[in-house]
């Protein structure tokens, strides 16, 4: 198996020479970059599309998603440095290498959220109705996004032989301790490549269903905020079960507990209780307004 090549051997898929980068006038761009370019312009226009037909001003959408993208990479940025401290603490300049890879998605979420209910305050607009808006955008995006791990060879799961099994070259793990020793035990004697989970794709297509879930629901929700509370326990759920798989997992320092499998159920938790407990508060609107 050559360096760059990428097998799904169980589904008949053998892709060669599949490229990290390219070329522009002696520029190399990374295909990871592109991806991520085209996953926030695509999330932009579904939320400037929903705001159009909500009858809202569209404009507000780009002008809040200048600061998005900026604060959700710095925040991408500290909290994967935050949970991989021992890689920075005695070469803090690494920390700005952000080239050398090190985005955590739930970083950049969080950012995301701060940054919306900040603009917001400050623009005077309703934070719940402007995230309702943005969450299909938001998760198309990471959908979408997904596919730059899959053209660095990075975020896959533990060993595994089955239906969507992925072969990859050793050589091209850009991280080496991504490869754990149930891995490598089942390396075959003299090949260079692992067998295991694609777990970008298991993200990527669980993202894609609750976009669709989303869009559909859109129109039946009972209050503003609803689809926030969708977004976060949809994709807390999914998280939750594909970090159990993946194994560049970060960890709660002092501990073997993976910090997104840990805020993947409290978001699950929180949009649970909440949305229970505010359509029971608006049931009982009416009946206390009968009285």
Sequence with gaps: MNIGDIAFPNLGIYLKDVPRSFSVFGFEIAYYGLIIGIAVMAGLLTAVQIAKKTGQNADDYWDFAIWAIIF?????????????WDDYKDNLIEIFKLRNGGLAIYGGVIAAFITLFGWCRIKKKNPLLFGDTAMPGLILGQAI?????????????????????????IDAVRDKSDITDNIASHIPEGANYINVHPTFL?????????????????KHKKFDGELCLL??????????????IRTDTLFIPGTTMPVSQVLALIMVIFAVVTDVIVRIRLKKKPAEAEK
Excluded at 145 to 159: A, H, I, K, P, Q
Excluded at 163 to 168: C, D, G, T, V
Excluded at 231 to 244: A, K, N, P, S
């Design 72 to 84: 959700s990479i710095i925040g991408a940025r500290i909290y994967y440095v935050a949970f991989s």
């Design 231 to 244: 977004y976060l326990g949809g994709y807390g759920l999914g998280r939750f079960v594909i970090e159990g």
């Design 145 to 169: 996004g997904r596919w730059g791990n899959f053209m660095n060879r990075e975020v896959f799961g533990d060993y595994y032989n089955g239906l969507f099994s992925m072969q990859i070259p």
């Design 202 to 218: 298991y993200e990527s297509v669980w993202n894609l269903l609750i976009f669709m879930v989303l869009l559909i629901f859109r």
